[in-house]
C-alpha cells in the first residue's frame, strides 16, 4: 500500500513549487539628483588646501634650489617678480580649481514626473558618469591652474633667461603632478560614500575605470618617481653648475628633495593602501558574520576597481546563499526537513529500503458537514489551525509529516532517520493529539490510527520528479485504523503489533478491546485504545462519525 489520494474523494489540487516572487519596480530606480553638499565641501576644501600647501613648497623649494644668481644678472629683481607674481597666482588658481571641480561635480537636473522610463535611464547613466569619473575628472581640473602655471611662469622668466625659464616651468609641473596626485588620492577617499549610491543602482562592470594594477603603479611614479626626478634634476644642474652648488649646498638640496620624495611617496602609498585595505577588510568582516550564520548583510560597493567588483560578487554571493537558504526552508515545508537536508546533500537515488516504521494517520471527522455549512476561507482557517496541532505533536515527539490530503495527514516514525522507539513515539504521539483535540481550542473532531512494522521508505517517481514516501502493510492498516478511531468513543485504535513493538513504559498506557477484521485485509487485527481516556467520550454515538469510508490513503 503507498500513500497516495485515495480515489474515492477527491484531493486537493496540487500547488505547483514556485520559488521566491521577483519584486520589479514600474521604472528603473532613481539615481541620486546630485552629489550631498557635505562631500562637495570636504572635496573642495581637500583641493584648496592641498593645491595651497603644494604650491608653498614649491616656492621654497625653487628659490633654494634654482641657480638664479647663476642664470640672470639681477637675482634679487628676478626672485621678487616670481614672488609677487606667486603671491597672486596661487590664490587665484586655488580658486579656479576649487569653482570647477564644484561645478563638475554636479549631476544634470533629473527629468520631470512625465518622463519616459528612457529617460530616466539615461539620467541614471550621467549621473553614474559623474560620481565614478569624479575623481579623475576633478585631477584634470586641477591641473589646469598648474598648466596655466607653466605658461605663465615661462613666459615671465623668459625676459631674463630661456634657461631659467625653462628650469621653472619643470619645477611648477613637477609639483603640480605631485600636488595633483595627492589630491586625487584624497577626493577618492572622500568620494567613497556617493559611489557606493549609484553602485546600489547598478554594480560595477569592471570596465573603463583604472584597475588595481594601474592605480599602484600610478601610486609609485607618481607619489615616488616624480619626486625623486627632482632630486636627479638638482644633481644635473649641479654638474652644469659647478659654481653655484657647493659640496655643502649640493648634500642639502639633496637630502631635503629625497625626504620630501620620501614624505610624498609615504603619503600618496597611504592614501592608496587605505582605499584598498578598506574594501578589503569591509568584505572579510562581512564574510565573518557569513561564516556565523549570518546571511542578512551586505556590502558597500565603494571602489570603482577589481575591488568593488569583489564587493559586489560577494553582496551576488550572499543574496544567492539566502535565496538557497529560503528555498531550502520551502522545501522542508513542503517535504520535512529531513528529507530536505537528504535532498540538498545530493543522497538522492529512486528506489528504497525496508526499514522498521510506525505510522500515524490522522483525519477530519465531518468534513463534508464543515464544507456545506461554512464558508471556503473558513473551512481552510479551521484545517490549518488542526494541522498545526499535528504537526506540532508529530515532529515533538521525533516522527516526519509525509503529506497532508484533504483533510487528513500521515504522520512517519522512523523514517527517513532511525528512531529508537519508534512504535511507542507514534503511541506517546496519538494519545497527545487526542488530548489536544480534546481539549485545546481546535474545535475539530478527528480519527487517529497507528500501526508499526516493516515498509519501504525511499523515493518514488522519476529523476525529474520524484517524492519521499513509504510503502508497506502499516501505511494501510493505519489508514484502516482510523476508519475505526472514528466510530469509538476514544478517537483513536491502535494495532497490537504497534504496542508490541512500543517501549513496555508506553505500551502500559493501552489495553487492546478485541480483534476485528479490517476491510480490505485477509486476518483479524487487535485493537488497542488509550487506558485514560476511557468514558472521556461517552455520549458520543457512533452514528456522528460519517464518511467513514473516506481517508487519504489508498486502500485494499
Known sequence: M??????????????????PASHASDHPAEAPSDVAF?????????????????AGLLVGLAGWVLPFRALVADEAEALRVNLILFAVYAPVGAAMAFAFGWSWMRIPEAPGPGATD????????RARR????????????QSVPWVFGVVLFTAVDAH??????????????LGGITTVTVAYRMTELALRREVARVFVLEPPSGSGMPGVALRSLGTWVMGTGVPLLGVVIAAGTSLVYVDYFTVTRLGLVTLVL?????????????????????????????????????????VEVTDTTELGLLQSGFNTMVAGLRERDRVRELFGQQVGEDVAAAAVAGEFELGGEVREVAVLFVDLIGSTQLAATLPPTEVMTRLNRFFAEVVDVVEGHGGWINKFEGDAALAVFGAPTDHDDAA????????????????GQVAIDAGIGVSAGEAVAGNIGVARRYEYTVIGDPVNEAARLCDVAKTTPERVAVSGSALERADRTEADRWRVTGARRLRGREADTEIGVPTARD?????????????????????G
Not at 38 to 54: D, E, H
Not at 130 to 141: C, T
Not at 162 to 168: H, I, N
Not at 424 to 439: I, P, Y
Open 130 to 141: 559623474v560620481v565614478l569619473r569624479a575623481p579623475l575628472r576633478l585631477g584634470v581640473v
Open 424 to 439: 511507542g513515539a507514534a503511541l506517546a504521539a496519538a494519545r497527545a493529539l487526542a488530548e489536544r483535540l480534546d481539549h
Open 160 to 173: 631674463w633667461s630661456a634657461t631659467l625659464a625653462a628650469a621653472v616651468a619643470a619645477m611648477i609641473a
Open 118 to 125: 528612457a529617460d530616466r535611464e539615461r539620467h541614471r547613466r
Open 38 to 54: 557635505r562631500t562637495k565641501a570636504i572635496v573642495g576644501a581637500l583641493i584648496v588646501a592641498s593645491n595651497l600647501v603644494g
Open 258 to 298: 629625497a625626504l620630501m620624495a620620501l614624505a610624498v611617496g609615504f603619503l600618496v602609498t597611504a592614501l592608496t593602501s587605505t582605499s584598498l585595505a578598506a574594501s578589503v577588510l569591509a568584505v572579510r568582516r562581512a564574510l565573518r558574520r557569513v561564516e556565523d550564520g549570518d546571511l542578512d548583510v551586505t
Open 2 to 19: 503507498t500513500a497516495g489520494t485515495p480515489s474515492d474523494a477527491p484531493g486537493p489540487a496540487e500547488d505547483s513549487a514556485a520559488g
Open 535 to 555: 468514558g472521556r467520550r461517552e455520549g458520543r454515538d457512533a452514528a456522528d462519525a460519517p464518511e467513514t469510508a473516506r481517508s487519504g490513503v489508498t486502500r
